[in-house]
């Protein structure tokens, strides 16, 4: 068999590589169905095209996470249809087109007027105090301190030498009268 061929009697796939390997003639549709060899007390063993299990295991719980965004798209999408049906049938519009425009109107126009009661409400130099103090109220109180690591400069060592700094020479009077 070929490497990388990825069928059941070749040897399990060690690498992310191979396995990629393995799979991609399944991916890609080339390669025949998959056969399950008959297990010696008649049971089968259920493995993706590569061998793994855990491959195969992980296919499925992906393939069941998307199913059920899936379905929950189509469920949103459907109310969604269903209301822009309503608002046809309230207002009168002939296409969904117009109820949906209408209907992402009146949305923006709700949405500005909240934010209007918003402002409105903290003009209020008071009530913007009291929103902060609420705030520090509720805010943690115990931070863990940040911990920043310089980078560090390789240098060789210098070697310093101990000793005592000497003082400068006191100026002489003859040096004061002369500058």
């Known amino acids: 068999a070929a490497p990388g061929g990825g069928g059941l009697g070749e ?3 060690s690498s992310r ?3 990629i390997q393995a799979a991609l003639p399944w991916m890609n549709g080339d390669a025949g169905p998959l056969e399950i060899p008959e297990q010696p007390d008649g049971a089968t063993s259920e493995r993706s095209p590569g061998g793994n299990l855990r491959a195969s295991i992980a296919e499925s719980s992906l393939t069941s996470t998307l199913e059920e965004k899936r379905e929950a798209m189509e469920k949103k999408a ?3 249809r269903k ?3 309503e608002v046809m049938l309230e207002w009168g519009f002939k ?3 117009s109820a949906e425009a209408f209907v992402r109107a ?3 126009q709700n949405r500005s007027k909240t934010e209007r009661k918003r402002r409105d409400k903290y003009k209020d130099p008071q009530k913007r105090l009291d929103r902060l103090k ?3 109220e509720e805010a943690p109180t115990h931070h863990a301190p940040l911990k920043v690591q310089h980078p560090q400069v390789h240098r060789d060592n210098i070697n310093l030498k101990h000793g005592q700094i000497e003082q400068p020479a006191a100026p002489s009077a003859q040096q004061s009268v002369s500058g």
Request: charged fraction near 50%.
């Open 11 to 13: 040897k399990h796939p």
């Open 17 to 19: 590589q191979e396995l």
């Open 78 to 80: 459907e109310k969604k």
């Open 83 to 85: 209301h822009l049906e």
């Open 95 to 97: 296409d969904m087109a």
């Open 106 to 108: 009146r949305e923006k």
């Open 134 to 136: 609420h705030r520090i």
